[in-house]
């Protein structure tokens, strides 16, 4: 079956640093992947998205790019902010198991000032 | 006004008790989803209704029960809490395409 899983967490920063969440799926065939961000007592919004091998998800400074060859995923941004301080979470969506999305376990990210 | 709004934000009920949780949705979107968020174990899905009248069992359906009132409204039930349904639960809408628009949760508690 198809499954997502992220690097363990947590993860620690100071403002500015660079961020790197690693996220790897399983799946047959071709998915599409998705980076979710959770912040504190909210659900989840989609922070960005690839449908296709080689695509590039960007939003907000954050990076992700569809790898097939190493199955994965990574989140990435350049510089932090204390306002980035959330829960992360990478998932899969095939069509043929309608449209259902796959999470990760979720890494938690706190930036320090 | 949310798009998702989940009824109710927080809730404590004791062991074997029935509990009911609402959802309801602006977006006009025709698939609806109930998922369970525990720490470390990310979401995982508990049912999901593409219209009234079609309801799936996700992966952890046990111990749950749904109801599509309307295209608008899907329900998630607990027949008869037990302290390890203690979780945060989200319910979530699509398109069928690629965006999921998520309620804001509910936090239950089992004592």
């Known amino acids: 079956g198809n499954s997502v899983t992220q690097m363990e967490g947590p993860v620690t920063l100071s403002e500015e640093a660079f961020l790197t969440i690693n996220c790897t799926y399983t799946?047959?065939?071709?998915?599409?992947l998705f980076w979710y961000v959770q912040y504190p007592g909210e659900g989840l919004q989609l922070l960005l998205k690839?449908?296709?091998?080689?695509d590039k998800g960007s939003n907000k400074g954050f990076e992700a790019t569809y790898r097939k060859e190493t199955t994965s995923f990574h989140l990435e941004k350049g510089s932090v902010q204390v306002s980035d301080s959330a829960v992360y979470f990478c998932?899969?969506?095939?069509?043929?198991?309608?449209?259902?999305?796959?999470f990760g376990e979720g890494t938690q990210l706190t930036v320090n000032p | 006004d949310a798009d998702v709004t989940q009824t109710p934000r927080n809730r404590i009920t004791k062991t074997g008790k029935r509990i009911m949780l609402e959802c309801s949705q602006t977006?006009?979107?025709?698939?609806m989803y109930w998922y369970r968020q525990d720490p470390g174990l990310g979401l995982r899905l508990i049912y999901y209704?593409?219209?009234?009248?079609?309801?799936n069992k996700g992966e952890i359906s046990d111990g749950y029960s749904v109801s599509r009132q309307a295209q608008a409204k899907f329900s998630l039930s607990l027949e008869s809490a037990i302290p390890n349904q203690t979780a945060l639960y989200f319910c979530?809408?699509?398109?069928?395409?690629?965006?999921?628009?998520f309620g804001s949760g509910t936090r239950l508690t089992v004592v």
């Open positions: 979530a809408t699509s398109t069928g395409n690629y965006g999921y628009t």
């Open positions: 799946a047959t065939g071709y998915p599409s």
């Open positions: 690839a449908t296709k091998a080689d």
């Open positions: 998932a899969l969506r095939k069509e043929t198991s309608g449209s259902r999305l796959t």
């Open positions: 977006k006009g979107h025709d698939r």
């Open positions: 209704s593409f219209d009234v009248k079609d309801i």
